[in-house]
């Protein structure tokens, strides 16, 4: 399932419904969307709960994040979910590092979480928050 999200209020809704209410390994508070959303705009949510690695549940959004912005990006917010008996190992998150084409000499800003949960469908799931620049 790959589900778009480009609505800035419902963006929003799903940072919070999705990432804030969880308690996470890595997590992520409304604070970080905060300051991302006061330099940029929410320009698009993409979360792809697929039964693919997490480099390639990256790559996925990724490339629905290309096809919505247009403007120059300025920031990404990468959560990744993983189910509670299914432990993510540290392989994979170098993987997902490999999947974002940011490099050290990019301007885009890049943070991640990571959280345990059971609401996902498979193994792993990718949820990408893509900031456009004003």
């Known amino acids: 399932m790959v589900q778009v ?7 929003a809704k799903t ?22 959303a006061r ?15 997490v480099a390639e549940l990256t790559a996925k959004a990724l490339e ?3 096809n919505v912005v247009k403007g ?14 299914q432990k993510l190992v540290m392989n994979e998150l170098n993987e997902m590092n490999e999947a ?3 490099g050290d ?9 990571v959280t345990p949960t059971d609401d996902i469908a498979n193994a792993r799931c990718i949820t ?3 900031f456009e620049r004003f």
Not at 21 to 33: C, I, R, T
């Open 5 to 11: 999200i480009t609505k800035e209020w419902e963006i």
């Open 15 to 36: 940072y919070m419904l999705d990432v804030v209410s969880k308690a996470g390994n890595v997590s992520l508070d409304w604070d970080d969307f905060e300051v991302f």
């Open 39 to 53: 330099q940029s705009r929410p320009a698009i949510a993409v979360k792809v709960d697929e039964p693919l690695s």
């Open 64 to 66: 629905e994040v290309k």
């Open 72 to 85: 120059e990006l300025f920031g990404v917010m990468v959560v990744i979910a993983y189910k509670n008996d």
């Open 100 to 102: 974002l084409p940011f």
């Open 105 to 113: 000499d990019s301007d885009v800003e890049v943070i991640w979480g």
């Open 128 to 130: 990408v928050f893509a």
